[in-house]
């Protein structure tokens, strides 16, 4: 008999970034972030796990990414089968009717719906996805917010794709991690005609990755102290409040901000760690161009550990902002009909 188990999760965009570890093996921040999760229509990984007493051991456990073969012996990916392996293990320790399936070897299959060299966080969704397949494999009585605290171990990012709508991952206090997980800040319904543009301007791999990218920030930038005790408390606390008052002047220029703040904290890494590049800081210019040009703000930009922009915009601002970005952008990217993807919205 094979059990198997089938689940999707989409991608999230910070708008209040996670940026540092305090603790590198289970994977602690060194602040609290925020993300708005786009819906799975667009962007998002199915997932379908399955074990069976009939798969040899000697195989162990295995997953297949977009077809091919994928390292599954890395610490992250370990901690999150350990993790979900011990709260099976004791369900069938209280309920010896129930199979053995702690003890059987895993199979993962994964599919991105997106190119994963598009440069996205499928770090996420990727993790997410695992972690609520094989939760629902073994039929655990888990809630997101629990989930979400095994996700964070596979990937920091991930455990806001637990949720849908805008989510906040409180980095909590506990040595072991106990109360560094993620809720819900409002359901995507509460602020429904929020939308986002990503626009790809580049699809190659980041030449520094986040997890050791943010090392280096924690061990060398002066500005980084200031950026985790000052900065993201403020602007945790203001990225709240606009969410619950469906501000978007506020919630623009709180996730304008906090994007420039993350990426002066890596200009000021030893040796400086560049994310963005000419396309980006065009990017930028026309985000600029486009709310003087409305006499208020009706589009704001962020970026992560990579130069693509995603800009987020509401509904009714459709043709202000992405009518006029690439008109404004000009020149700066060939073919850019092919490089964006546009209209996503926060999903439930
Ligand atoms: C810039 O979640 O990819 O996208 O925990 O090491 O896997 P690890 O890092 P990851 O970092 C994401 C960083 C970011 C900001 C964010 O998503 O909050």
Request: hydrophobic content about 40%.
């Amino acid at each position: 008999k094979v059990y198997r188990a089938s689940t999707t999760a989409p991608v999230n965009i910070a708008v209040v970034k996670y940026w540092g570890k305090r603790d590198a093996k289970l994977n602690l921040p060194t602040n609290s972030s925020l993300s708005v999760t786009l819906s799975q229509s667009d962007l998002r990984t199915l997932t379908t796990a399955s074990c069976s007493a009939s798969y040899p051991a000697s195989e162990g456990d295995s997953l297949l990414l977009n077809g091919e073969p994928s390292d599954v012996s890395g610490a992250r990916t370990q901690a999150c089968f350990r993790e979900l392996r011990a709260r099976r293990a004791a369900l069938e320790a209280a309920d010896p009717s129930l199979p053995k399936l702690s003890t059987m070897p895993l199979r993962l299959v994964s599919e991105n719906n997106f190119p994963t060299a598009a440069g996205l966080a499928s770090s996420a969704a990727g993790f997410a996805a695992l972690v609520r397949a094989i939760a629902d494999l073994y039929e655990l009585p888990a809630s997101p917010s629990e989930l979400s605290l095994i996700a964070r171990q596979g990937s920091g990012s991930a455990c806001r794709s637990l949720f849908g709508g805008y989510v906040a991952w409180r980095m909590g206090e506990a040595a072991d991690g106990s109360d560094s997980m993620a809720d819900q800040v409002a359901e995507a319904k509460h602020w429904p005609d929020m939308r986002a543009l990503i626009l790809v301007v580049s699809a190659a791999k980041k030449g520094v990755s986040s997890t050791s990218g943010m090392q280096q920030t924690v061990a060398t930038s002066g500005l980084f102290q200031e950026r985790i005790a000052k900065v993201v408390p403020e602007n945790m606390a203001r990225m709240e409040k606009a969410i619950k008052e469906r501000d978007f002047e506020a919630f623009a220029e709180v996730t304008m901000r906090d994007s420039n703040s993350f990426h002066a904290t890596c200009a000021d890494t030893y040796p400086p760690i560049f994310y963005m590049n000419d396309v980006s800081r065009a990017a930028i210019r026309a985000v600029e161009t486009i709310n003087q040009a409305a006499g208020r703000t009706v589009a704001a930009y962020t970026f992560d550990a990579g130069p693509n922009a995603v800009i987020y915009y509401l509904e009714k601002d459709t043709e202000a902002v992405v009518g006029t970005f690439f008109h404004v952008l000009g020149g700066a990217i060939d073919g850019w009909k092919d490089s964006v993807i546009k209209g996503l919205k926060p999903t439930v």
